[in-house]
């Protein structure tokens, strides 16, 4: 008889284990889910209990995310690469009687071939402010000043900036910046007033 009166008892205490084990998930979960979306502490309930709420917010910090990507893609990526084969092409002539005018010979090649890769690059995409593109000018920039003074100038201890390299910067610059504003050409402007 004991036994049998210590059953329903046990029973009975397991699903109030239970109960408080799944309500300690749920509070876990909230303040993790809340923690990162932005929720405060007082908003823990009501964000996760607002689908609409909950599922703008994910796919705003969705976009910021995809946002940041490709502004990574579109500067440090394309730029980088952009600078490296112009950089491998100047190690090949670096060794040809053409040497003295590599730099004059690279800027005749590749501002077109560079002109054809960034509108390629950013020709399906929806149309960005042309301070998007600004920012990616800057960005070349210093990537292309970096990388020429870490593997040009320390590395192979050249005399570098002569005024072919300043029109290569100033190309490097206004390409992207060129690029949106032909890309732009055909997107209406908001009036004033």
Same mark, same amino acid.
């Given at each position: 008889?004991?036994?049998?009166? *210590?059953?329903?008892?046990?029973?009975?205490?397991?699903?109030?284990?239970?109960?408080?084990?799944?309500?300690?998930?749920?509070?876990?979960?909230?303040?993790?889910?809340?923690? %990162?979306?932005?929720?405060? !502490?007082?908003?823990?309930?009501? $964000?996760?209990?607002?689908?609409?709420? *909950?599922?703008?917010?994910? +796919?705003?910090? +969705?976009?910021?995310?995809?946002?940041? +990507?490709?502004?990574? +893609?579109?500067?440090?990526?394309?730029?980088?690469?952009?600078?490296?084969?112009?950089?491998?092409?100047? %190690?090949?002539?670096?060794?040809?009687?053409?040497?003295?005018?590599?730099?004059?010979?690279?800027?005749?090649?590749?501002? #077109?071939?560079?002109?054809?890769?960034?509108?390629?690059?950013?020709?399906?995409? !929806?149309?960005? #402010?042309?301070?998007?593109?600004?920012?990616?000018?800057?960005?070349?920039?210093?990537?292309? $000043?970096?990388?020429?003074? %870490?593997?040009?100038?320390?590395?192979?201890?050249?005399?570098?900036?002569?005024?072919?390299?300043?029109?290569?910067?100033?190309?490097?610059? %206004?390409? #992207?910046?060129?690029?949106?504003?032909?890309?732009?050409?055909?997107? #209406?402007?908001?009036?004033?007033?």
């Amino acid at each position: 008889m004991i036994t049998s009166g *210590c059953i329903p008892v046990l029973s009975t205490a397991h699903n109030s284990l239970a109960t408080a084990v799944h309500i300690r998930d749920q509070a876990i979960s909230y303040m993790i889910y809340g923690t %990162l979306h932005g929720a405060k !502490e007082a908003d823990y309930g009501s $964000v996760c209990r607002d689908t609409k709420t *909950c599922s703008a917010k994910h +796919k705003n910090a +969705k976009r910021q995310n995809n946002t940041m +990507k490709q502004w990574i +893609k579109d500067t440090a990526a394309l730029g980088t690469a952009l600078w490296l084969i112009g950089y491998l092409a100047s %190690l090949v002539l670096f060794f040809t009687p053409y040497a003295g005018i590599m730099g004059w010979i690279l800027l005749a090649v590749f501002t #077109p071939v560079t002109l054809a890769i960034t509108w390629w690059w950013f020709r399906h995409r !929806e149309p960005h #402010p042309v301070q998007y593109y600004t920012g990616v000018g800057v960005a070349w920039v210093l990537i292309a $000043v970096v990388l020429d003074y %870490l593997f040009i100038v320390l590395m192979f201890q050249a005399t570098y900036y002569q005024p072919d390299v300043f029109v290569y910067y100033t190309f490097t610059f %206004l390409i #992207p910046v060129g690029v949106g504003l032909y890309l732009n050409r055909n997107v #209406p402007v908001a009036k004033t007033g």
